[in-house]
């Protein structure tokens, strides 16, 4: 596993978890292609999936929180109707 794939809490990020999260959240998804964004952020990493979509996951444990914040303020909050990437679904 390389540097990249490991947080610096020490908690692995590799496809492999992407895969068994898809696969126990999201079963519909989990055999669709899975390929790493790069480089990488140093809050998340990120996979793309299939042709639209992408998964985020936290690379430490003070980011978890990120993403449920920006959902909630693009959603119920900014309400601006651009470009953005909207959030389909959210996992535990």
């Not at 998340?44 to 909630?72: C, D, F, H, T």
């Amino acid at each position: 596993m390389s540097a990249e794939e490991v947080g610096a809490d020490g908690h692995s990020v590799c496809p492999g978890l992407v895969r068994r999260l898809l696969a126990s959240q999201f079963p519909e998804w989990a055999d669709l292609p899975l390929s790493r964004l790069h480089p990488a952020g140093s809050d998340n990493v990120i996979y793309r999936l299939g042709e639209n979509m992408s998964v985020r996951l936290p690379r430490r444990e003070w980011a978890a929180g990120q993403a449920a914040k920006e959902r909630y303020w693009l959603q119920t909050r900014l309400r601006i109707s651009v470009g953005l990437v909207s959030v389909e679904v959210a996992g535990r």
